[in-house]
């Protein structure tokens, strides 16, 4: 009987060590794949802020405003696939002292093209590089892409226009220049504080939607309060 008891202990006490055994090796192949695959299953975030300096008759003026892009590779499709970011943000808005406003509206391409990567910025060579970007580093350049709009009648936003870097002075008065767009890696968060109430009133109205679609698909004036934030 005693025999028997030992023979059973041992057994128990072999089958609890082949658990443990399994137990941890499972653990540790779990933690090895997470560590594998960490850039594919939590997104790299990122922050920039992109500033407008304009020159007036009366001095220069300027405006910024801060944007968050998110972004993982495509695991199922490879290494070095690429996988368009999630923006959050809204345009920079620049106070003339005419009381006229100029809205620079941002999307992602301002950013890869003041910090391009040769392999792509939306591949995973490209995500990390953006994310090791020290805060504090900075472009300059006024060709940097982005869309400028103003309303002529800050009350009515089928007043919209759209013009090109070369226009300003043509649209918004003798003088008035685009100087300068700065993008700089930040730590600061997109702000909180909506764009919404510097639009004008009725661009979520019905006559404006209405408006809206009857311009042609090519008319760069198809433009909704989306593409403001």
């Known amino acids: 009987m005693e025999l028997m008891s030992v023979e059973n202990e041992n057994v128990s006490t072999s089958r609890f060590k082949k658990r443990w055994i399994i137990w941890g090796a499972f653990v540790t192949i779990t933690l090895v794949l997470g560590f594998m695959l960490r850039d594919y299953v939590v997104p790299s975030t990122w922050n920039y802020k992109v500033t407008v300096q304009i020159d007036t008759p009366k001095g220069m003026v300027e405006g910024h405003s801060i944007s968050q892009l998110s972004n993982r590779p495509k ?8 996988n368009p970011a999630k923006y959050r943000g809204q345009a ?13 509206l941002i999307s992602p391409s301002i950013f ?34 982005m869309k400028f709009v103003y309303f002529e009648d800050d009350k009515d936003a089928r007043s919209l226009k759209v013009i090109s870097r070369d226009e300003f002075s043509t649209f918004l008065g003798e003088g008035v220049t685009l100087s300068n767009i700065i993008v700089e890696k930040t730590k600061k968060t997109p702000e909180r504080t909506s764009i919404e109430n510097k639009l004008p009133a009725n661009i979520k109205s019905q006559e404006f939607w209405e408006w809206l679609s009857g311009l042609e698909y090519s008319d760069p004036r198809r433009l909704s309060i989306s593409s403001f934030k």
């Open 75 to 82: 695991i199922i499709k490879g290494y070095n696939t690429g």
């Open 92 to 104: 920079v808005v620049v106070n003339l002292p005419t009381q006229k406003r100029v809205f620079a």
């Open 112 to 145: 890869y093209k003041a910090f391009p990567h040769e392999g792509g910025v939306t591949t995973r060579a490209g995500i990390k590089y953006h994310k090791r970007l020290k805060a504090g580093i900075q472009i300059e350049s006024i060709n940097l892409p």
